[in-house]
């Protein structure tokens, strides 16, 4: 028997994973090429980008981006957006070094007060959006501004310094002595994602609710709750991006985050899920997280100042919405 004959009547778990594979390459297509042409021109350029020590280092410095990324993506998929999420990672990361320098409070408490604050900020997110008419860019707009003025508030405005080895880990530490935590991290939240997005009922009636709202209104589907769970998920990842972050730092920063949603939404449209909502990809959006990874790697081996970086995160948003809006009028 070869890996990818049927086993028992039942196909064997290498022709699915194969199978697998084969259907993620034909969805992606296009964007892998982007990623290789993309790869290709830098390392020509700079032949360090190819070097193991600085792919590990932009796998690293994207996992952040793609925990914020992987929950946009079933956000804009309901039809929604999150613009919270680089605020909420700035007074989660205060929050977290807040109760451990100021209040003694254990790492491991500390971590799980400033997941709830992170997920707390979603939920409200969620229950906003989903009981008043109000459109989710002025709820998250607005959060944003509540979200980082708390950061701002409780910080009195400076770094938050937390010198402890085990909350350093977090963000800092390797597994096995080669595995970057914060990659582990990102491997376990793109299961949970792809799971959800593809294996259980919640994430059909994600696509359902961006689809057709009416119909899956009809359908007995409730749509509250469904914008509740993804906007706590969206603010819980941003609590995960935001701990990481001032471990990294061994900080709570209340300008933390800055622009972060940028980034996660470049991230979401590179992939090509549909800003108008009902279609999208969690393994596209990770491709894009990479590209655009990538991208502000190849830039700052080039000595191309940060300034300049926005410039071009900014176009390449522009030509990937522009092309979603030409697919969807050929569609």
């Not at 028992?8 to 699915?16: L, M, V």
């Not at 405005?157 to 977090?170: Q, T």
Request: with cysteine; charged share 10%; hydrophobic share 50%.
């Amino acid at each position: 028997m070869t890996p990818l004959t049927y086993e028992n009547g039942k196909e064997s778990i290498w022709f699915k994973m194969s199978h697998a594979v084969t259907n993620f390459i034909r969805e992606n297509m296009g964007i892998l090429i982007g990623l290789i042409v993309l790869c290709s021109f830098i390392s020509i350029i700079n032949p360090d980008f190819l070097s193991t020590n600085n792919l590990m280092n932009v796998l690293r410095q994207t996992s952040t981006n793609m925990y914020l990324a992987i929950a946009m993506t079933m956000v804009i998929i309901l039809g929604g957006i999150d613009l919270s999420v680089g605020s909420i990672i700035a007074v989660t990361g205060v929050v977290t070094t807040l109760l451990i320098a100021m209040l003694g409070f254990p790492v491991w408490a500390a971590v799980v007060a400033g997941l709830l604050v992170g997920m707390l900020f979603g939920a409200f997110n969620g229950y906003v959006v989903a009981t008043t008419i109000i459109p989710p860019f002025i709820v998250t707009l607005a959060t944003m501004n509540i979200a980082r003025g708390a950061a701002y508030v409780f910080s009195d405005g400076k770094p938050v310094r937390v010198m402890s080895d085990s909350f350093n880990n977090i963000g800092s530490g390797y597994i096995g002595g080669f595995l970057p935590a914060p990659v582990l991290y990102l491997i376990i939240i793109l299961i949970i994602a792809y799971v959800i997005m593809n294996k259980t009922k919640l994430g059909r009636y994600m696509y359902a609710v961006g689809g057709n709202p009416e119909a899956a209104k009809f359908a007995g589907i409730n749509i509250k709750k469904i914008k509740i769970i993804a906007y706590s998920f969206s603010g819980l990842m941003a609590g995960v991006a935001g701990i990481v972050l001032s471990s990294r730092m061994f900080s709570g920063q209340p300008t933390a985050g800055d622009m972060a949603e940028l980034d996660a939404i470049a991230a979401v449209v590179l992939g090509g899920t549909s800003m108008t909502g009902g279609s999208g990809k969690i393994g596209g959006t990770v491709i894009g997280a990479l590209i655009i990874g990538v991208l502000s790697n190849g830039l700052n081996l080039m000595g191309v100042s940060s300034f300049w970086q926005y410039i071009v995160k900014g176009i390449v948003i522009l030509i990937a919405v522009y092309a979603d809006v030409i697919k969807k009028r050929k569609q």
